[in-house]
Structure formats: structure tokens, C-alpha cells
């Protein structure tokens, strides 16, 4: 089992919609939880942190964290076409210090 | 890129030459890493620094060395390329072990 899942895509969905980007990671002791945005070609961009269980929202995005059930996840709302891009979990594990990215889910936005 | 900066953006190289890669911050940050991105494989973890001269080992750090002699320099070196080298190489800074944040990228291919 991998430390740290997502299904790769693409996700496609309509302008205007909400996208929806799971992940799901093994360490139970995990404590802290990234979403990267990668454009092609681009490096990966910091979009959002979450430490606690619940949701966090910041403009358009929303994470969601569930530590009992071993997910986060990343809801995009008013998809743009310029939110296609991947979009990798990232999780510091129980040993401290290092992020363990998942594979990345590609999403397209289609007008 | 948060002040980050690598060098070069691209190589091309044979098979058993020594290379050195170099990522530079203006940020002061205390930590810096340095990652490999290949199709199917994410992003990986080769070597990250905690301080000058502080390094450790990451994921897949066999076939690489690196040095931090001041803080705003953090070098990679591969002894002896091989062709399972061709990778994009990405440098990332962070204040603390959490956030980080990516350079540009280099795109080295081992012929």
C-alpha cells in the first residue's frame, strides 16, 4: 500500500462546477496535510495547509480533513478552466519532517 | 518561486559524467530539499538539509550526494550519472519542516 493514494485522473468536469480531489494516506499518525497545484511543465505551488479535522476554507477551495477516516480532501467550487493543472496531496508522516507526496490527480476544466 | 532559484534549468549528459546542480534562496529559509519528479513515480525525496552542513537522507538517495556549505546554497551532485537519472529535479525551501515551497525545476537528461 502506497503512503499516500490518489487516483491519478484526469477528472474532467464543466466550468462552474465543483471538482472534487480525494486522497487517502497510511500513517495514522500523520499531523499535517498540503495541497500542491502543478501547472504543466510549472513547479509545484503551495494552495493549501490543514492540521484539524474539519474544513478549512480559503476563496474558491475548501480542504476537508478526516483524520479517523484517513482522508483529505480538496474541493474546488466555480471551476475554472484555468484550475486544470494536477494537484498533489502531500502528508508529513508519524517520523517528522519529510512530505510524502502522493501521484497527483490530473483535473480538466472544460468550457 | 518564494526567491528560489536553480541552476541550470536544462542539461543534457553522458553516461558516467559527474553533474552538479545547484539551487539558491534569498529567503533565509532553514530548511531546503531537494526532490525528483519522473511519470508515475510523483515527486521523491533525495537528499534535504536542516541547517548548514546538516543533511540527511531522503527516499531515494543512492547515486547522490549534496552540500550546504552557507545557507542560501544548497548543491546536488550526481558521482556518476546513469540513464535512471533523466529526471526533473526540483529544489524546495521551507521556514520549518512543514510548508515548502518549489524553484523552477531542472530538467537533466543522461544520454
Known amino acids: 500500500q502506497k503512503e499516500v493514494e490518489q487516483n491519478s485522473g484526469p477528472l474532467s468536469v464543466p466550468e462552474g462546477a465543483i471538482a472534487s480531489l480525494n486522497c487517502t494516506y497510511s500513517d495514522r499518525g500523520s499531523q499535517s496535510f498540503f495541497w500542491y497545484r502543478q501547472y504543466s511543465g510549472k513547479s509545484p505551488e503551495l494552495i493549501m495547509f490543514i492540521y484539524s479535522n474539519g474544513d478549512k476554507e480559503d476563496g474558491r477551495f475548501t480542504a476537508q480533513l478526516n483524520k479517523a477516516s484517513q482522508y483529505v480532501s480538496l474541493l474546488i467550487r466555480d471551476s475554472q478552466p484555468s484550475d486544470s493543472a494536477t494537484y498533489l496531496c502531500?502528508?508529513?508522516?508519524?517520523?517528522?519532517?519529510?512530505?510524502?507526496f502522493g501521484q497527483g490527480t490530473e483535473l480538466s476544466v472544460k468550457p | 518561486d518564494a526567491g528560489i532559484t536553480q541552476s541550470p534549468r536544462h542539461k543534457v549528459t553522458e553516461t558516467g559524467t559527474p553533474v552538479t546542480l545547484r539551487c539558491h534562496q534569498t529567503e533565509n529559509h532553514r530548511y531546503m530539499y531537494w526532490y525528483r519528479q519522473d511519470p508515475g513515480h510523483g515527486l521523491r525525496l533525495i537528499h534535504y538539509s536542516y541547517g548548514v552542513k546538516d543533511t540527511d537522507k531522503g527516499e531515494v538517495s543512492d547515486g547522490y550526494s549534496v552540500s550546504r556549505s552557507k545557507t542560501e546554497d544548497f548543491l546536488l551532485t550526481l558521482e556518476s550519472a546513469t540513464s535512471s537519472q533523466t529526471s526533473v529535479y526540483f529544489c524546495a525551501i521551507g521556514d520549518s519542516s512543514y510548508e515548502q515551497y518549489f524553484g523552477p525545476g531542472t530538467r537533466l537528461t543522461v544520454t
Open positions: 502531500a502528508v508529513i508522516g508519524n517520523q517528522g519532517g519529510k512530505l510524502i
